[in-house]
């Protein structure tokens, strides 16, 4: 039966990727700013409680919201929306540390460097194995890509192709950032898959061609912590390295 499903975030392209998914449901986008649905920004106090009068009005059964902020300022809302009989789909704080302190997530990855200045970047990077070794890092708040360090990659195909493979000078272009963001050290793999799932009503969706044995991790990790929705899931090989919400900074 068709559901009417909120997604929000309508400029950003990952709002499309997910609808496609949904396609057989009665799909409503909306956004704070240049669209025709416009909803509250997140940046409000009483946010999750406009939020869902909006989803009221409109007879939203099901919510996807994909700004970070979003996520941050509904994480304590879902009950709230479950009175209402409005699913947010979305890991909570509670749940994605469950799913970090589990045996779900490879040890190796649990205990990745954690870098909190520039000037440590260089030297974390070396103790990883570079050059002789792949390495790979990524912002410790998990948004955006996990990046792979790799000397032989042309400027061009970061700068126009999107690419998750740059130079260490790029790199360190790309972190040097004021004030700075904590990034990870991710150990040196031979192969880290980044992948977009979503899991709904209790199936699995993606574009990514996954093994057996990272179908199986996927599956067995759905049923053990109940998850719903739109994810990001990293694999190095067959070892799942993080889950998290799919989501961008607004």
Not at 16 to 24: I, N
Not at 36 to 56: G, T
Not at 75 to 103: C, H, R, T, V, Y
Not at 171 to 182: D, E, G, I, R
């Amino acid at each position: 039966m068709a559901q009417k499903i909120l997604i929000t975030g309508a400029s950003n392209p990952i709002t499309y990727q997910l609808a496609w998914h949904l396609k057989s449901n009665d799909i409503h986008f909306c956004d704070t700013q240049n669209h025709v649905n416009i909803i509250p920004s997140a940046a409000s106090n009483s946010f999750a409680h406009q939020f869902l009068n909006y989803c009221l009005n409109h007879q939203i059964q099901i919510v996807f919201a994909l700004k970070a902020n979003e996520q941050q300022a509904l994480n304590q809302s879902k009950i709230l929306f479950d009175e209402f009989g409005i699913s947010l789909m979305q890991l909570d704080e509670k749940q994605l540390a469950n799913i970090n302190q589990s045996d779900f997530i490879h040890h190796d990855f649990k205990n990745s460097n954690s870098i909190n200045s520039f000037t440590d970047f260089s030297a974390s990077v070396l103790n990883a194995g570079y050059p002789n070794k792949k390495v790979w890092f990524g912002r410790a708040d998990g948004l955006g890509n996990i990046y792979q360090i790799n000397d032989h990659v042309p400027a061009s195909n970061f700068l126009w192709l999107n690419s998750t493979s740059l130079s260490f000078t790029q790199a360190s272009k790309l972190v040097n950032q004021n004030p700075f963001v904590p990034i990870h050290i991710y150990p040196a793999k031979e192969n880290i898959l980044v992948c977009k799932v979503l899991l709904f009503n209790q199936q699995v969706f993606t574009l990514n061609i996954l093994t057996n044995i990272q179908l199986e991790i996927i599956n067995k990790s759905q049923k053990t912590f109940n998850l719903q929705g739109f994810l990001e899931l990293a694999f190095a090989d067959d070892r799942l390295i993080y889950i998290k919400n799919v989501s961008y900074d607004a």
